[in-house]
């Protein structure tokens, strides 16, 4: 619960950068996931277009259309491998886990859970009122934990499992592309996230998580338990319960006759009530109140009569005006329950408890557990608020009041003769997002030919689509491509004609990649200096160009600024840069090594043209041959007897290649 708007929540902390982030929900979009990426990762859409790595995975319902890495650079919109398959109606949860890391060499890092009422569209952003629940564990918060800690690392481990859970119905072999043969850099954040979380599951000890989903049971099954857990296993006399969506309207009690003929009162909202009495947890006489759209409130609309013979008491939605403006018509989408007490003469809510999540108060979202056929995926949290107030109290100003904390007001109850409606039932959406046969393709230049790769085996009817609209040449695994590396192309496969755009990878593993730029030597430094961070645009201009085809440089290089270097500033410039990139990657983990070759590759490859490279070469020296030398590396990739030795040499050896020294004598070599 929070006044900080969804996309918010995804800022990340003083000193730290995303590493990556899973996420699930029943929709998203474009403008949306962009906002949250760009405070994830702290870089603009162009800056991470042209960064190329992919730092958000979302997984969501398969109805929702595919969201292009175009549009969304860095997110990968998981497609689903077999609808038919899955354990669940709709999928319906909405939950994000973010892994942070430090910009420096520090290896500290930090994990949050977000656990949202709302979808990660701008509709949840501007049209409405919805909730959000959001822990984070630090990794220096582990040495000597205390029980807030340790309900924190119950609380994301439970979280994970859900989404480690879901993984197994998703396509993603687009996270585990490799980069020249070894794990790129999308596996390696992953696999250090998991690390992360591996590394709270020990403390979680009996600590009992407030997130819950409800594969195993419906949500409303497991609510005794989840309150008596994380509040007081007392009694209360108030019950409040809003959602966006209630069940579809019911058909009339039969056995009534003429005037006397009522809907009944909708059966989740009479089990809920029903549930905690029996469980003792809500007395006989409580206090019930319902918030509900006035024109979208589905049964409650033709039940109203039977509610208010059983004295509950009906609410339009709380709209701020210091939140939302004056005369705010945001619609309820919030799904939520609080329990508490009342107390003549006391402002204060006690014994309060709160559940929000994706549930709405319907069967399938509610009642039912996840399965086939039956109920959706749901998740959402029990947790004991805090002191609350149901009204301000001028004695204690600092405790929150209900209004200012949930979608509520209790001052303008809908009237006896109040008009509502039922509104419109939620459309089926057909499967629009599944797996092709081909994840993503790799680009592959020879001899001045393009190629496109399929890394996994491609079945024998797959055909890649040029711009043209006509098939590629294909020859075995790879498809002839004229022109330069897109950032995407088209397949087609089956007798049916599907047809997919999946994302292209370049040379330097970046996926679905704006081209390079040329840089000139002196703007090297910056680029690298910033890892793992993505360095910022320095000249104003950082807009995404989603067509490279409409560049008046086919080849995608800004054209430099003329101007002459001579041999002995060419020598001061180029040995100043290699005292600067030992210095940074002497001091640079094993655990991004692979990822800090790939920076240097691709930051050096796009210095070749420089002019200060040229008139270093006219010397007939090769001026990266110090990076070679021991001292000038870490002491895990001091030679090429490791691993990680070996891919920096690679990574040298192509860049010597690009800058055309391979064959000259190494700067350093001479007696």
Request: with cysteine.
């Amino acid at each position: 619960m929070t006044q900080a708007s969804l996309t918010q929540l995804f800022e990340a902390p003083d000193e730290h950068i995303g590493a990556f982030a899973w996420l699930c929900g029943y929709s998203a979009d474009a403008l949306f996931l962009n906002g949250a990426a760009e405070r994830f990762t702290q870089a603009t859409a162009g800056r991470r277009a042209q960064e190329g790595r992919v730092s958000f995975a979302l997984m969501a319902d398969p109805g929702q259309p595919a969201l292009s890495m175009l549009d969304l650079p860095g997110v990968a919109h998981l497609p689903v491998l077999r609808p038919e398959a899955l354990p669940f109606v709709l999928l319906h949860a909405k939950v994000a886990l973010l892994g942070f890391r430090r910009t420096d060499s520090k290896p500290s890092w930090r994990l949050r859970l977000i656990v949202s009422t709302g979808n990660w569209t701008v509709e949840t952003l501007e049209d409405s009122l919805d909730l959000a629940w959001r822990v984070e564990v630090d990794s220096s918060e582990l040495g000597n934990p205390d029980e807030d800690v340790k309900q924190r690392c119950a609380d994301i481990d439970a979280a994970a499992g859900l989404l480690a859970w879901m993984r197994q119905f998703f396509d993603c072999r687009l996270l585990s592309a490799p980069v020249s043969g070894r794990a790129g850099p999308t596996a390696a954040a992953i696999a250090k996230m998991d690390e992360w979380i591996a590394a709270c599951r020990p403390l979680a000890g009996d600590a009992r998580p407030r997130f819950f989903d409800n594969r195993a049971a419906g949500l409303l099954q497991q609510l005794p338990r989840m309150i008596r857990e994380q509040a007081a296993g007392v009694r209360r006399n108030q019950l409040v319960m809003g959602s966006g969506f209630y069940e579809g309207p019911v058909l009339p009690n039969r056995k009534a006759s003429g005037a006397a003929q009522v809907c009944a009162v909708p059966s989740v909202l009479d089990g809920i009530v029903r549930r905690l009495q029996e469980e003792n947890l809500l007395t006989q006489s409580a206090e019930i109140s319902l918030v509900v759209n006035e024109d979208r409130c589905q049964a409650v609309a033709g039940a109203l009569q039977a509610i208010r013979d059983r004295q509950w008491k009906v609410y339009p939605p709380g709209r701020p005006a210091v939140l939302f403006g004056p005369d705010s018509r945001r619609m309820l989408h919030a799904k939520f329950l609080l329990g508490g007490n009342w107390q003549a003469g006391s402002p204060r809510c006690k014994s309060a408890w709160i559940y929000l999540g994706s549930g709405n108060l319907t069967r399938p979202g509610f009642l039912l557990k996840a399965a086939r056929g039956m109920g959706n995926l749901e998740a959402g949290v029990v947790f004991d608020p805090g002191e609350l107030g149901w009204e301000d109290d001028a004695q204690r100003p600092e405790v929150p009041v209900i209004t200012s904390v949930l979608p509520v007001q209790f001052d303008e109850p809908l009237a006896l003769d109040a008009t509502v409606s039922a509104g419109q039932e939620l459309p089926e959406r057909p499967s629009a997002h599944v797996a092709a046969p081909v994840a993503w393709l790799q680009w592959l230049q020879e001899s001045g030919q393009g190629f496109l790769v399929a890394i996994d085996a491609a079945p024998v009817l797959v055909d890649i689509i040029d711009v043209d609209g006509l098939r590629c040449l294909r020859d075995g695994d790879r498809w002839l491509w004229k022109g330069d590396c897109p950032r995407q192309a088209c397949i087609r496969w089956g007798e049916e004609g599907h047809q997919a755009l999946v994302p292209v990878q370049d040379a330097f593993g970046r996926m679905a990649p704006l081209p390079l730029a040329s840089l000139q030597l002196d703007e090297v430094g910056r680029l690298l200096e910033a890892f793992p961070a993505i360095a910022a645009a320095d000249d104003g201009d950082d807009e995404l160009d989603d067509d490279p085809s409409t560049n008046d440089d086919p080849a995608g290089r800004q054209q430099q600024s003329p101007r002459t270097s001579t041999r002995a500033y060419a020598v001061r410039a180029v040995l100043a840069q290699v005292e600067a990139i030992a210095a940074k990657q002497t001091a640079i983990g094993a655990e991004d090594w692979n990822a800090w070759c790939l920076r240097l590759e691709q930051v050096l490859t796009q210095a070749a043209q420089s002019v200060d490279v040229a008139a270093f070469r006219s010397l007939a020296l090769n001026p990266l041959g110090p990076l070679r030398a021991g001292p000038f590396r870490p002491d895990f990739a001091v030679d090429s007897a490791s691993d990680a030795g070996r891919c920096y040499e690679a990574a040298l050896d192509r860049v010597e290649r690009a800058w055309l020294v391979q064959a000259l004598t190494p700067l350093g070599s001479l007696q």
